[in-house]
């Protein structure tokens, strides 16, 4: 499933960069040394919280509008996606088989050099759909 949430970046006068809460959820808060780091240390706590509640069976709210959210002035509210299906998928570790089919010559020259040919589909895979 495919959420979006308001969050609260505010700035950490000591440590530097931003807290992150999310006024929806009491039990969601992160951290980022800037705004990037943060809103990506966002984007995973949110997604985390929301995968739990799902298999778990949790009521998930509706969204705050952003425009309800009481924010100090130096905070910056912004809205936080993710995606619960994409997350569970990428940080399961089960692995599955699945068949392909590659030229006889290929196949050769990758077994003379110790090719791990699961290894490589997955890289390849990844790289295709330019997933870190």
């Not at 992150?20 to 009491?26: G, I, K, N, S, T």
């Not at 006889?104 to 990844?126: D, P, R, T, Y």
Request: proline residues 5%; contains cysteine.
């Amino acid at each position: 499933m495919r959420y979006t949430f308001p969050a609260k970046f505010r700035p950490d006068e000591e440590a530097g960069g931003y807290c992150v809460f999310f006024p929806d959820f009491d039990n969601i808060c992160t951290q980022g040394d800037d705004f990037k780091d943060a809103m990506e240390m966002a984007e995973d706590a949110l997604c985390l919280m929301l995968y739990n509640m799902e298999e778990e069976g949790i009521d998930i709210p509706n969204a705050s509008k952003s425009s309800d959210i009481k924010a100090n002035p130096n905070d910056i509210v912004n809205l936080v996606a993710c995606d619960t299906q994409f997350y569970k998928n990428y940080y399961e570790s089960k692995s599955v088989k699945i068949s392909a089919t590659i030229p006889l010559w290929l196949k050769e020259a990758g077994e003379k050099k110790h090719v791990n040919f699961s290894q490589a589909l997955q890289n390849g895979v990844k790289e295709y759909l330019q997933i870190l």
